[in-house]
């Protein structure tokens, strides 16, 4: 190990997190650069490039620093989870389900994403929703059954209800009168 790798480790430099992890021999256990915990001894300490290498040495993730987490900085993380909401937004996307494909915790996915976009992420997966619902009540003739199912709502009941509440018209009236205006334009 290196002066350098050394004194990002005793000095809990985060600017080195992702370049290296650490694991202490005594402990079993490899951590983050950044790790807060006691400080090893040098010579009890094993440097690894990757997570996996770590792993395969037989150490174990610091339940502190969590090294396996993945570190996002927070208007990357927002924008990732648009993205999937986005691509994602027919399947049953949860809080839990989203945040386990990012290893964070749903607690910091839905503040993060909260403070950065304004709206919960199920509030945005919701409007995604509705926003493809709407298209689709106009483009088609699918039955209202069918577009809920298309854009991911459970049941045409719950899906009526929440656009009901979103746009002031069931999704029946909204297609008609979407049909109606068109109707007088051609």
Not at 27 to 39: L, M, N, Q, V
Not at 60 to 69: A, G, N
Not at 94 to 99: D, E, F, Q
Not at 125 to 150: F, G
């Amino acid at each position: 190990m290196n002066q350098e790798t050394w004194e990002a480790i005793i000095n809990c430099d985060p600017a080195y997190d992702g370049t290296f992890f650490y694991g202490v021999n005594t402990t079993g256990i490899f951590c983050r650069p950044s790790c807060r915990s006691k400080k090893p001894k040098k010579e009890n300490i094993r440097v690894f490039k990757t997570i996996d290498e770590a792993v395969s040495a037989g150490f174990r993730p610091c339940k502190r620093c969590r090294p396996e987490q993945i570190r996002w900085p927070d208007e990357d993380l927002a924008q990732h989870v648009v993205e999937i909401i986005e691509k994602r937004y027919r399947e049953p996307l949860t809080l839990p389900h989203l945040a386990g494909m990012l290893h964070i915790s749903p607690y910091h996915l839905h503040r993060t994403f909260k403070r950065i976009v304004g709206q919960t992420p199920a509030a945005y997966l919701r409007a995604s929703r509705l926003k493809a619902a709407e298209k689709l009540l106009v483009e088609t003739e699918n039955t209202i059954t069918d577009i809920a199912a298309a854009v991911g709502f459970s049941n045409a009941a719950h899906f009526s209800t929440v656009f009901q509440k979103q746009y002031g018209l069931t999704p029946s009236a909204y297609r008609s009168q979407c049909q109606h205006h068109a109707g007088k334009v051609t």
